[in-house]
């Protein structure tokens, strides 16, 4: 059965993992055209393809009809590739002006007000687009900054942290309040009513 690429949200890298798993080598990179192509008549609907795709980019129809669904979808799309590189809750690290380091922690909580530190590592970022801008989220708090800093393997149980990726909410030079867990963006009522 067919495979789809949601050419709006693919970042066209020529290391994607649809290449790397497809047993027939129906996913290939298009040098001249920059993009990804899939050649569906060497398809065989292993769907390994799909899996790979952190973003979801790569839709695996079992029927025609179902193509025809996913087709329609990328259609209505709103999304484009520019929206890959905006810096989200849990996501990857875009803008490296908000980054603190672990070792300055405890300095930046004690001098902060009105401000939201994001810990995180690398095992815990999750989908660009699926997190929630950290804009949006500032915009839909009383906070006025917004931190990230990867900790790595330590223990942050001091701060009430007891999964990561984290919220502290620092206000008056100390933590006054916990969110713990990943938050996609159909979630974010649940994270902003969290912030007031």
């Given at each position: 059965?067919?495979v789809?690429?949601?050419h ?14 497809c ?10 055209k920059k ?22 980019a790569?839709?695996?129809?079992k ?34 002006d ?20 994001e ?10 687009l ?25 223990d ?13 909410l ?13 938050f ?10 969290q912030?007031?």
């Amino acid at each position: 059965m067919p495979v789809i690429i949601n050419h709006k949200i693919c970042d066209q890298a020529n290391a994607c993992g649809g290449i790397g798993v497809c047993p027939v080598g129906a996913f290939a990179y298009n040098d001249k055209k920059k993009k990804i192509e899939i050649d569906n008549n060497k398809c065989i609907s292993c769907g390994a393809c799909e899996k790979t795709c952190p973003i979801g980019a790569i839709g695996f129809a079992k029927t025609w009809e179902e193509y025809e669904e996913l087709k329609r979808a990328i259609d209505e799309d709103p999304r484009c590739s520019e929206d890959l590189f905006v810096d989200r809750f849990g996501g990857d690290i875009i803008n490296e002006d908000v980054l603190i380091d672990f070792e300055d922690l405890d300095k930046v909580v004690s001098q902060s007000d009105k401000v939201l530190i994001e810990l995180f590592n690398d095992d815990s970022i999750m989908c660009l687009l699926k997190s929630i801008p950290y804009h949006a989220i500032l915009a839909n708090s009383n906070y006025t900054k917004y931190f990230r800093c990867n900790v790595g393997n330590a223990d942050v149980s001091k701060y009430g942290v007891n999964e990561l990726p984290s919220l502290l909410l620092c206000n008056g030079g100390k933590v006054t309040k916990v969110v713990n867990g990943y938050f996609e963006e159909k979630d974010s009522k649940k994270l902003f009513a969290q912030l007031k």
